[in-house]
C-alpha cells in the first residue's frame, strides 16, 4: 500500500508567539516523562535556542528545538537537539525528518562538530527517526528523565561548511 501523503508543511522560526502551541503539544507528547510542557515554553526566545515550527494550512503542526550551552569550549562544540514532535493528526508524513533536517541545516550554520540528543529507550519510533538522519547511539543513560525512565544518548556529526567565495 502506498503509505500516507507527504505533508505539505512549510518550515519557520519559532519564538514567544508559540508558546501555546508548545505547551499543548509538549503535555500531550512529554507529559510521561516529566514537566517538559512548564520547561519548553520558556527556552522560546532565549538566546542559544533556535526553535522550528512547522506549519500546515496557517496552523502549527510539530515544533523542533536547538539549543547551545554557553560557555567555554575548546574547539568547536556540539548542539543539542532538546526536543521534535509532530501533533499526533500531523504524524507519518514526514514533518518530524523535516524538521530534523532543519535543525541539522540549523547547526551546519552554527558551526558546531555535531547535534547530540536523548531520547527514551523505549521510544523506538524516534530512535528510527534519528537512525535514518544518521545520528548513531552511543550511550544508555539509567533514570535519565525527571520521572525515572531511561534514554539513548544519540549523536550525529555536523559538515563543516566552507565559506561561500566571493
Ligand atoms: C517522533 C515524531 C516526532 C515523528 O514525527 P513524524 O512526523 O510522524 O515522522 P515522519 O513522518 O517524518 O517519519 C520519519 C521516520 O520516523 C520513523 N517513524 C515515524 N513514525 C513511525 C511509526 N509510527 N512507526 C515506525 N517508525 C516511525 C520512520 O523511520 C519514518 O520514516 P519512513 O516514513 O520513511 O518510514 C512523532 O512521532 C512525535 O511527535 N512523537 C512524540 C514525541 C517524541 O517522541 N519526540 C521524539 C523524542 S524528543
Known sequence: MESAEKATAVLRAGGPADAVFVTD????????????????????????????????????????????????HLGRADAELLAVAVAARARRRGIGRALVREVIAIAERWRVRGVRLHTADTNLVAQRLFAGEGFLAEASRRGFYPNGQGAVAMRRAVERRRRARR
Do not use: I
Not at 509538549?26 to 515554553?41: C, K, M, N
Open 25 to 72: 503539544l509538549a503535555r500531550t507528547a512529554f507529559s510521561d516523562y516529566g514537566e517538559y510542557d512548564r520547561v519548553l515554553p520558556r527556552w522560546l526566545g532565549t538566546r542559544g535556542v533556535a526553535t522550528v515550527v512547522a506549519e500546515e494550512g496557517g496552523a502549527p503542526a510539530g515544533f523542533a528545538m536547538l539549543g547551545m550551552r554557553t560557555g567555554l
